[in-house]
């Protein structure tokens, strides 16, 4: 089980971009292949405040990302359904349940 998650903790997202271990470390997992030529680059050697700046970046990147997929999602969700805009005073249908009625809920 742990090979599966690892897996898919070191897939990319089609939502974020990313892997969900890059979003958390800043950068992609080794495996033993990868061990063979250690890369230094600039995301493993680095001091705390370039690599926050770097965690910041990623973040955006990330929340950006998430954004526009939801964007996309509500769309789609959303497509042939018609918008209805209510007004103080506007007559609506409300049916409360046997649950609802005894969490307190009262019709306003």
Known sequence: MLIVEFAYNCSVHEATKFSPFEVVYGFNACVPIDLVHIPIDERTSMDGSRKVELMKKL?????????????KYAKQA???????????????????????????????
């Open 59 to 71: 973040h955006e990147q990330v929340r950006l990302h998430i954004e526009e997929k939801m964007t």
């Open 78 to 108: 959303n497509k042939g359904r018609k918008m209805v805009r209510f007004e103080p005073g506007d007559l609506v249908w409300i049916h409360i349940s046997k649950a609802d009625s005894q969490a307190n809920i009262s019709p306003s």
